[in-house]
């Protein structure tokens, strides 16, 4: 089933309920569709067809859900946007996806002049809100299409690939994932079946739509619910609108957690309508998880995947949370993401390709019916990720004796920031542009707003210097916010292996430990 079947499947029994709020603005499940019919034919109309990519770069908004839910109406392919990433990130997602058309928010034209100017492929342009720079609206360009239904010429393969998602690699360059029908089908079938509401859920979606909290939305769609969409995770307006909209469901890394937790009128606030409260994308503190179930109540779950594989690869049920909270011998629970869900294998591998035992530390591999389909035009790479028959993800972890799945550490010294992956090569590259920069090292160092924050360490060339914020200023416009370093330092020389190498590992040590390199 297509992302569409399941809301075809929702309107039948819920046409006039609200399924988009969008601040003053509010679009029924019956209302979503017709304009998902209309958007479809609008792109058949333009020549895009069935396999072509088609791609969304804006906040959340309710109309750039409606044009993602009409992309996959259509049978195209979705590329989507992240407005926080380098304008360079998606420029090359775009050429990357050959895409042909973009659906943007008018507030980013800037970054669309950009994209445009480095992918030529890219020839029209519809903005969401309000026409800008002579292009039009989409009010404009559906123009008088009608809403009669689209009907696939053929039934959808669930192997074919309805998303484009980008990633980045252990060198720190992107890759396009190949995302079939089956694998978000499977995932919202999974959230269905692990979460149970009395009444059609609300969810509340701050995370943006590129991220896993974008992708679990389609989960409380299929259950017939709203979603409530805001296009800044601002904490307080979180708990606002919880209030507000009567929330049951919502979406955070740990550090919009943290934030939240720290508002000042945090244990007055009526959080009632609560049922489920999701973290991944980074571990959560043992005495924060606590916080948070005393706060919200004994409602928190937590869930592990990546871009290559859904993220509902795991699930850490608000039950086992309790269990641990109450029994001294479960404790370790709070540094696990969960237990494989129904459509998912989790194993533990060494460096050889065996599987190791309960308690044994190795590479997290997966396999089952959630893993994507590889990497565009990198059969390599594909291979690589598949060795041994399973899917490599490049983190580290154990798995106990009742099958919870713990992270351990990031083999590839992966920095997850703020909900954001980011690879240190890709900065590193940057630093080593500056002219002051003899060498440097990009570790994740740990941060309690962000989980962990980018961290910087340079060695200078002779006779050279440079401020932090000079570096940091450096940064800014060839990374975006996500990955430019919070904060760096300078050294007399970095460590090294035998080698030559740099070693990153005893870089990012002197901070786990609170160390301090001394100059």
């Known amino acids: 089933m297509r992302i569409v079947d399941f809301l075809d499947r929702a309107a039948k029994f819920a046409k006039d309920r609200k399924l988009l709020i969008d601040g003053e603005e509010s679009y029924s499940y019956g209302e979503v569709i017709e304009y998902t019919h209309r958007i479809a034919r609008a792109l058949r109309r333009d020549g895009i067809v069935a396999g072509e990519s088609v791609a969304v770069l804006s906040p959340n908004a309710a109309m750039a859900m409606i044009a993602l839910y009409g992309i996959v109406r259509a049978d195209t392919i979705f590329v989507p946007l992240n407005p926080r990433n380098a304008v360079s990130d998606n420029a090359y997602h775009v050429v990357r996806g050959k895409t042909q058309l973009i659906f943007f928010h008018s507030s980013l034209i800037e970054d669309v002049r950009a994209i445009a100017a480095e992918a030529p492929v890219l020839n029209r342009f519809v903005a969401l809100d309000k026409p800008v720079d002579g292009y039009p609206d989409i009010h404009q360009w559906l123009g008088d299409i009608g809403a009669e239904p689209v009907i696939p010429e053929v039934a959808t393969d669930p192997?074919?690939?309805?998303?484009?998602?980008?990633?980045?690699?252990?060198?720190?360059?992107?890759?396009?994932?190949?995302?079939?029908?089956?694998?978000?089908?499977?995932?919202?079938?999974?959230?269905?079946?692990?979460?149970?509401?009395p009444t059609p859920p609300v969810y509340l979606l701050a995370a943006p739509l590129t991220h896993a909290g974008g992708a679990y939305s389609h989960s409380f769609m299929a259950m017939g619910g709203t979603?409530?969409?805001?296009?800044?995770?601002?904490?307080?307006?979180m708990l606002d609108c919880i209030e507000k909209y009567k929330v049951t469901t919502t979406f955070a890394p740990p550090t919009l957690l943290y934030m939240m937790l720290s508002e000042p009128d945090i244990h007055s606030r009526d959080f009632s309508s609560m049922?489920?409260?999701?973290?991944?994308?980074?571990?959560?503190?043992?005495?924060?998880?606590?916080?948070?179930?005393?706060?919200?109540?004994?409602?928190?779950?937590?869930?592990?995947?990546?871009t290559e594989a859904s993220?509902?690869?795991?699930?850490?049920?608000?039950?086992?949370?309790?269990?641990?909270?109450?029994?001294?011998?479960?404790e370790h629970r709070f540094l696990s993401c969960g237990r494989p869900t129904p459509f998912s294998q989790v194993a533990i591998m060494d460096d050889q390709g065996n599987l190791l035992p309960p308690g044994e530390v190795g590479e997290i591999v997966a396999r089952g019916l959630l893993v994507a389909n590889g990497?565009?035009?990198?059969?390599?790479?594909?291979?690589?990720?598949?060795?041994?028959?399973?899917?490599?993800?490049?983190?580290i972890g154990q798995i106990d004796e009742d099958g919870y799945l713990a992270i351990v550490d990031r083999k590839r010294d992966l920095i997850i920031s703020g909900g954001f992956n980011v690879f240190p090569s890709e900065v590193e590259q940057v630093l080593w542009s500056h002219p002051a920069v003899q060498d440097c090292a990009v570790v994740g160092v740990p941060d309690e707003k962000w989980g962990e924050a980018v961290k910087g360490v340079v060695e200078l060339k002779p006779g050279a210097s440079v401020t932090e914020e000079e570096l940091i200023a450096f940064c800014r416009p060839k990374l975006g916010g996500v990955k430019t370093p919070k904060s760096m330092e300078v050294w007399p020389t970095l460590p090294r292996s035998p080698a030559g190498k740099v070693l990153r590992r005893e870089v990012r040590e002197k901070y786990s430990s609170g160390e301090r390199r001394s100059g």
């Open 159 to 197: 192997e074919a690939t309805w998303r484009y998602s980008m990633t980045g690699g252990t060198t720190g360059k992107a890759k396009l994932v190949l995302e079939p029908h089956r694998v978000i089908a499977l995932q919202i079938v999974t959230l269905m079946a692990e979460m149970h509401y």
């Open 227 to 237: 979603i409530v969409l805001l296009a800044k995770a601002d904490p307080k307006v």
């Open 275 to 306: 049922r489920y409260f999701m973290i991944a994308a980074a571990p959560l503190s043992r005495d924060k998880m606590i916080e948070a179930m005393g706060v919200f109540g004994p409602i928190m779950c937590q869930t592990f995947g990546q």
């Open 311 to 330: 993220g509902v690869l795991t699930y850490l049920s608000p039950q086992a949370l309790v269990e641990a909270r109450d029994n001294p011998e479960l």
């Open 375 to 395: 990497y565009a035009d990198a059969p390599e790479e594909t291979a690589a990720s598949r060795a041994h028959g399973w899917h490599h993800t490049g983190d």
